[in-house]
């Protein structure tokens, strides 16, 4: 498991930067792909209805995700943490369990 | 075991080759194949996948933006034209990103990215003929509101 607490993720020899983090509220907030696209299109500073290529799905099933960690039969009774990341387009997208998005890019050599 | 599926049928010493099929072999072929429908179900365990396979009813080809409006409207329970974009944007994202390649990959609907519309395809029926079965077992235990008939039959 990846240390995010620094802000950074160290994967392999590239280092990655923390660029944008959102987080997600199962009770306010209508579903999880929504949440994750809206992180990502601030992250590239674009209209959420402009990330489109690839869909999610081609990444990670995001509906099936937002059930094994904020469906009604988890949320309140897991004490447990846990984090799925993915590969993005240039980005890492990684969702933990007590709801943070988190997008890292690769951090600049400059 | 698995590799000598035969052996308990040889060897039971008074075997007739010419016999009847089993009696149960249509059972037990109908409940491997009711068994194997996860697409059904996979289509159908989520309010918007249902909402979409819906509209599959209807063979007119609907565009993601539309059919996000239409539910945006039902979810927020008011009508088409008070929907905002920002709701109707949240909506289509979840359509484009995660509904509708789901159904797209269990050939239960046809996307078309150029236009964006979705049309059927091979799973389809089988889809909508459970979605029936279920919506006429509801309505006679529960009679709908206007607002939910509205939500099934788009």
């Known amino acids: 498991m990846k240390n995010h607490n620094s802000g950074s993720v160290n994967d392999n020899n590239s280092t990655w930067t923390l660029v944008e983090q ?69 980005f890492i997208v990684g969702i933990s369990i007590n709801g943070w998005i988190r997008i890292y890019e690769p951090a600049s050599n400059g | 075991m698995i590799h000598e599926p035969v052996n308990s049928e040889s060897n039971e010493p008074d075997k007739n080759p010419h016999e009847l099929p089993r009696p149960h072999r249509d059972e037990q072929g109908q409940l491997l194949e009711i068994l194997s429908l996860d697409y059904v179900y996979e289509a159908l365990a989520h309010p918007r996948r249902r909402y979409l396979c819906y509209t599959l009813c209807e063979d007119i080809p609907r565009s993601l933006t539309d059919l996000a409006t239409k539910i945006a409207a039902f979810e927020n329970d008011s009508p088409e034209h008070a929907v905002t974009a920002s709701q109707r ?65 788009p």
């Open chain 1, 22 to 90: 959102h987080h997600y509220d199962p009770a306010k907030d209508a579903d999880l792909t929504t949440a994750v696209v809206f992180a990502v299109a601030d992250a590239i500073d674009v209209s959420p209805l402009e990330v489109k290529s690839p869909p999610m799905y081609e990444c990670v099933d995001l509906a099936t995700l937002e059930a094994a960690f904020f469906g009604s039969d988890v949320v309140g009774r897991c004490q447990g943490t846990g984090t799925v990341e993915f590969v993005y387009n240039e």
């Open chain 2, 89 to 153: 944007d949240r909506v289509y994202v979840s359509l484009y990103h995660t509904h509708v390649p789901k159904l797209a990959d269990n050939s239960v609907l046809t996307f078309d990215p150029e236009m964006e519309t979705i049309g059927a395809a091979e799973h389809t029926e089988q889809v909508l003929t459970a979605l029936e079965g279920m919506s006429a077992s509801l309505v006679m235990a529960h009679p709908p509101r206007t607002g939910e008939m509205e939500y099934e039959k």
